[in-house]
C-alpha cells in the first residue's frame, strides 16, 4: 500500500484549485461537499465556476495562479489539463506546504481523490492505487447498491444519540446496540414511521439493551476452511466480524484473520517454522479467561474443526469452566482438494467409502487397516501424511498394495500457491522431497487428478487401436 486511506476533515481550511475547466469542475463537485474554504484560479472560467462563485461557495480568481496565491493552503489540485503549467503550479503548492493533485497523474501528485460513495456522515473511499479507475467504478457502483440512502439518515440520528448510549459499558453491549439499531430496528422504524419512529426505536432500544442481563462470553469454534476466505461460511465470517478476541491455529491465512475486527485480539498459537507451539491448556485457559469477561471469543481452526482438530480437549474444557461454546463447521481440506483435483470423493464403481486418516497421531506413526486400505480401488484421504510418507508407503506394499497404486499430492489446497502432484505410492516419498513439498498437503490414496484419468483413459484408447 502506497497511499494510506485517511478522512481529512477540510472545515475552513483551505483547497486551492488551479484550473477552471471540465476537469476542475469534476473535482470541484466532490470538494463542495466539504466545508472548505476553496479558491479556484484560471482562465477560460467554466459557467458552473461561475454560478458556484457568485453563489458564494467559492473564490474564483479569472487568472492564472502565482506564487503567494497558495499561502496556508492544505491541497492544491493542478486541473489545467496542460501538463506544463499543472508542473508549474504544483511547485508553487510544494512552496506553500500544501499537498499536491495533479489530477490524472499519479507519479507527480503527493495524494490520489478516492472513487466516494456519498450516504453523509457515511463516506466509502474506493481506491485502486491508480491501478484499476474502471475496477475502483464498478465496486463504487456495487457499494452503492449495497448501501441504501437510508443508511445517511440512521447514523445521523445514531450520532445525535452518542451521548445516551453510554450509559451502556463500552465494548460488546454498546456494540450489539448500535448493531441491532442500525442493522434491524433502524430501517424498520424508518421505513414505517421516518425519523421520528427511528429516534424513538433508538430510545426503546436503549431501555432494552439496559435491562437485559449482561452478556456471558461465549466461544465459537469455528472452521476457516482450507485458505481461501470465499470458502468461508458466512455464519464464520459474520462471527469472526464480531469477534473481540480470534485464536488461531498457524494455518489459518491472512486474508481471513484480515476480516476480524481492527479492535480485535487476534493471538496465534500455532508454531511457525521451529518456534513453539502453545500447549493445549494454556489455548484452553486462554479461551476461558476472555469468555470470562463477556468477550466474543472465536476459536479459529484451519479447515473443519471436527477434522484432526483437536476440538474434544477445548470442548471438555470449557464445559468444565462453564463457558457457552457452540461449533461452526467450515471446509475440510480433503473436499477443497478434490474440488482442485476435479475429482470426486467417492465414485460409483470406483469407491462406496472413503477414509480420512491422519499420517501420525499422539504414539508417532498411526496404525490403520492397511490389509484394507491396500486392496484394489480402497481410496483414503491422508492428512498430516508427509512425513509418514515413507511408513505408510511400506506398510502399504507390505499388505500387497500395488506399486503402481496412484497417489495425488494437494499442497495449499485452495490458495494461490497450490500444487497437484499426481503420482504412485512407489515414487511418493520421493517426490514429496524433490518437489519440497513444504506446505500443508493432503495425500489422497488410490486417486488421481481428472485430467491425469483422461489422459490414461486415452491412451488406454489408443493401445486398444493398436491392438
Ligand atoms: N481441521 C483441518 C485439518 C487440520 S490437520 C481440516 O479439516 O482440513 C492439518 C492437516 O490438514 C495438514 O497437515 C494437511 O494435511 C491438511 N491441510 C490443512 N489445510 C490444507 C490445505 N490448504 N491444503 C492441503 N492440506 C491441508
Known amino acids: 500500500m502506497d497511499h494510506f486511506p485517511i478522512f481529512v476533515n477540510l472545515k475552513g481550511r483551505r483547497v486551492v484549485v488551479s484550473g477552471a475547466g471540465e476537469t476542475a469542475v469534476a473535482k470541484l463537485r466532490l470538494l463542495l461537499k466539504t466545508a472548505a474554504t476553496i479558491s479556484v484560479y484560471g482562465l477560460d ?13 467559492l473564490r474564483l480568481s479569472a487568472r492564472p495562479l502565482q506564487e503567494g496565491d497558495a499561502t496556508c493552503a492544505v491541497l492544491l489540485y493542478g486541473a489545467n489539463d ?21 489530477v490524472d497523474n499519479l507519479a507527480e501528485s503527493e495524494f ?13 473511499a474506493i481506491g485502486t492505487e491508480g491501478a484499476a479507475p474502471v475496477l475502483a467504478r464498478r465496486i463504487k457502483a456495487q457499494v452503492e447498491e449495497a448501501l441504501p440512502q437510508s443508511i445517511g439518515a440512521l447514523a445521523r440520528i445514531g450520532q445525535g444519540f452518542r451521548k445516551q448510549a453510554e450509559a451502556l459499558p463500552m465494548g460488546r453491549r454498546r456494540r450489539d446496540f448500535w448493531s441491532r439499531f442500525y442493522f434491524k430496528r433502524g430501517p424498520q422504524a424508518l421505513a414505517k414511521g421516518g425519523e421520528i419512529a427511528a429516534r424513538e426505536a433508538l430510545s426503546e432500544l436503549l431501555d432494552d439493551s439496559l435491562n437485559a442481563r449482561a452478556d456471558l462470553g461465549r466461544v465459537f469454534l469455528i472452521g476457516a476452511g482450507p485458505g481461501d476466505p470465499e470458502l468461508l461460511t458466512l455464519k464464520a465470517r459474520a462471527l469472526l466480524h464480531e469477534a ?31 518456534g513453539p507451539s502453545w500447549k493445549q491448556d494454556d489455548i484452553n485457559a486462554l479461551m476461558i479467561k476472555h469468555a470470562a469477561q463477556g468477550r466474543h471469543v472465536v476459536r479459529l481452526k484451519s479447515g473443519d474443526p471436527t477434522v484432526f482438530g483437536r476440538l474434544d480437549e477445548e470442548m471438555d474444557a470449557l464445559d468444565d469452566a462453564g463457558v457457552a461454546w457452540e461449533i461452526v463447521p467450515g471446509i475440510t481440506a480433503a473436499s477443497a482438494a478434490a474440488a482442485s483435483m476435479g475429482a470426486s470423493l467417492t465414485k460409483r464403481g470406483r469407491n462406496s467409502s472413503l477414509r480420512i486418516l491422519t499420517g501420525h497421531d499422539m504414539q508417532g506413526f ?73 506446505g500443508p498437503a493432503i495425500l489422497f490414496l488410490g486417486m488421481s487428478p481428472r485430467a491425469a484419468l483422461e489422459a490414461a483413459d486415452e491412451i488406454a484408447d489408443k493401445k486398444t487401436e493398436i491392438l
Open 82 to 102: 496542460d501538463p506544463a503549467e499543472d508542473r508549474r503550479v504544483a511547485e508553487i503548492g510544494r512552496r506553500a506546504g500544501a499537498m499536491v493533485n495533479i
Open 112 to 124: 490520489i481523490t478516492p472513487a466516494i460513495v456519498d450516504r453523509d456522515p457515511v463516506t466509502v
Open 244 to 274: 473481540d478476541v480470534v485464536i488461531h491455529d498457524q494455518l489459518v491465512t491472512q486474508p481471513i484473520l484480515e476480516l476480524a475486527r481492527r479492535e480485535a485480539i487476534v493471538v496465534e498459537t500455532g508454531k511457525k517454522g521451529f
Open 366 to 438: 498411526a496404525e490403520h487397516d492397511w490389509r484394507d486400505l491396500a486392496k484394489p480401488g480402497a481410496t483414503a484421504a491422508i492428512y498430516m501424511g508427509k512425513r509418514a510418507a515413507t511408513f505408510i508407503r511400506g506398510r502399504l506394499l507390505m499388505y500387497g498394495a500395488p506399486d503402481n497404486k496412484p497417489v495425488t499430492v494437494v499442497e495449499n489446497a485452495s490458495r494461490p500457491d497450490q500444487k497437484i502432484l499426481s503420482t504412485t505410492l512407489l515414487a511418493l516419498p520421493e517426490l514429496l522431497t524433490a518437489a519440497r513439498v513444504d
Open 45 to 57: 472560467v467554466h459557467p458552473d465556476i461561475r454560478t458556484w462563485a457568485e453563489a458564494g461557495k
